[in-house]
């Protein structure tokens, strides 16, 4: 069992900047890689990013590529998701997952943190 725990998300105006945290309750990082979603009141869980454990392979949603990054530091056990030049249509709640391969689809991940909520004003 994996425990995860995002962080980083808030209240922020179009053009900003925003950087989510997804925090592991241990070092546990060695085997998973990690995905970043988002979901809308009313809307599905959308893929937004993953990376695997080395970091080699990095996938992005088109809507986000150039815009955001994925990023993670398996020493410190933590999974990063730089989100910048922020759009209102960005507004969503934010989870990490992480799961035994690298992929853009939500039921290969086996483990979700609770969500971070990330709001865009216009």
């Known amino acids: 069992q994996v425990q995860l725990v995002e962080s980083g998300g808030g209240l922020v105006q179009a053009g900003g900047s925003l950087r989510l945290s997804c925090a592991a309750s241990r070092r546990s990082f060695s085997p998973y890689a990690m995905g970043w979603f988002r979901q809308a009141p009313g809307k599905e869980r959308e893929f937004v990013a993953a990376?695997?454990?080395?970091?080699?392979?990095?996938s992005y949603a088109a809507s986000v590529k150039g815009r955001f990054t994925i990023s993670r530091d398996n020493a410190k056990d933590t999974v990063y998701l730089q989100m910048n030049s922020l759009k209102p249509e960005d507004t969503a709640v934010y989870y990490c997952?992480?799961?035994?391969?690298?992929?853009?689809?939500?039921?290969?991940?086996?483990?979700w943190g609770q969500g971070t909520q990330v709001t865009v004003s216009s």
């Open positions: 997952a992480a799961g035994p391969r690298t992929s853009d689809f939500d039921t290969s991940y086996d483990y």
């Open positions: 990376i695997s454990w080395s970091g080699s392979r990095i």
